[in-house]
């Protein structure tokens, strides 16, 4: 589904009017057209083979149904302009933003966000430079001593961070999560990193050196791969998600599994049950998003609250089991998201500082 948004967000400001509106009316929008395209899909009005060889085509007969179908061309955006939206416009939070915390072997920390460009670090032969992208690069020089050198990465709620590890391998780091490893990325022949939070990896193959994923206890061991691991400690189960190759999961009670690409292993410490999941649903949050389809409400709102930073307090009617829909872009400002869950009218939201009120 993530695909298709950037030709949506194309079409749309093809119309003369996009340009004359306000940032809250056009997040709105976009929120209002990615729920109910994707509802189409789900009910089977539109199919995803449409989109795949006619996607403008496609997505203008979604516009039509949404704006048309629904009697609200332009969602009466005169109207909505007028009599601008409380939650939108006075408790309105932004988004998370790239940022993180270096931490190094000496105890020193350095705020990435804050450092400039090029070198910020050498260990024992071992360079680290930020890059301009907003990279953490790692490159081994000469010989190195780096194996006691251990370095954390770590992301406030709020912070996503990019990591390139000395080997080329690269780690992708969420909201409220951190990666311990040695310098020199070498532990006992082994490459060993501990990661708290979620990650995602694209490891590069070194069968001579297997790299492991320490997670609560479970590891992950692989030659070559790339896969997600949420391990957060609010989590019922560390999730371990493969997209590529192959991967062993193994529980602190040494039961293990083997895992093939589209499939999820839950871990929840005294067993590991392996099944079927959409990759572009895990993986969402990695490439901008939040898809949040099918999704539990709470389950949602958790990754909400770590990527905005706020706490959500939920009253005593909002039960357990209500689901979450729709995708929208993480760069969207907190009152679109809560638009995109309020519009199935199951719960609704009221913001109060960094507090969200949940309510029926």
Known sequence: ??????????????????????????????????????????????KLHSFKLWPRIAIAAAIVLVFFGAGLFYFNLNNKQKQPDQLAYKNDIAPGKVGATLTLASGEKIKLADAVNGE????????????????????????????????????????????????????????????????????????????????????????????????????????????????????????????????????????????????????????IVVDKVDIEKITAWKDGGFDLSGKNLKTAMQEISRWYDVEVIYDLSVPDELEAGGWIFRNSKLSAVLKLIESSGQVHFKIEGRKIYVSK
């Open 1 to 46: 589904m993530a695909i298709y948004i950037g030709h949506i967000d194309s079409f749309i400001r093809e119309y003369p009017e996009w340009e004359s509106l306000n940032i809250g009316a056009k997040q709105a929008i976009q929120a209002e057209l990615r729920s109910d395209i994707y509802a189409q899909i789900n009910n089977g009005q539109l």
């Open 120 to 271: 910020i670090a050498t260990e024992t032969g071992i360079r680290v430079s930020k890059t301009t992208d907003g990279q953490l690069v790692y490159q081994i020089e000469g010989n190195t001593n780096g194996d006691h050198q251990i370095n954390t990465l770590s992301t406030a709620k709020g912070e996503t961070y990019v990591l390139i590890l000395p080997d080329q391998s690269k780690v992708w780091l969420n909201a409220a999560s951190s990666l311990t490893y040695s310098a020199s990325l070498n532990e006992r022949g082994k490459r060993r990193v501990r990661l708290e939070g979620e990650g995602y990896f694209e490891i590069t193959k070194d069968k001579a050196h297997p790299f492991v994923v320490e997670s609560k206890g479970q590891e992950v061991e692989v030659l070559g791969t790339h896969f997600n691991v949420n391990a957060y400690n609010d989590g019922s189960a560390i999730a371990t998600t493969l997209l590529e190759g192959s991967v062993k999961v193994t529980s602190k009670t040494n039961a293990s599994k083997i895992i093939k690409p589209g499939e999820q292993a839950l871990n929840n410490g005294q067993s």
